[in-house]
């Protein structure tokens, strides 16, 4: 998922607005510190949600039938290629 630097930067300040609320939580560091933290997270998980995507994708292109986007059989191997991509990162 695409996420541009606004909306980025908003889900940021809405996590660290959330853990600053909760009183099970208490920072180190100042909460700006503690948004960037968030949004080096959630960049990095992004990126990697789009790395396993384009690897599933990838999958599919290679077989030796063509598979239309959309279709059942298409959707039914995107979601085994994109399962077998997390679970090699042991998720």
Known sequence: MRLNPDKLNKLAHTVADTLAETDQVGFLEDR?????EA???????LTE??????????????QRKIIAEGSQEWE????????????????
């Open 76 to 91: 039914i191997l995107y979601r085994k290629y994109y399962n077998d991509e997390v679970r090699k990162l042991g998720i």
């Open 49 to 62: 949600e789009a790395r396993i995507d384009t690897a599933a994708r990838q999958k599919i292109a290679n």
């Open 32 to 36: 700006n510190t503690i948004r960037q």
């Open 39 to 45: 949004r080096k997270a959630l960049t990095a998980l």
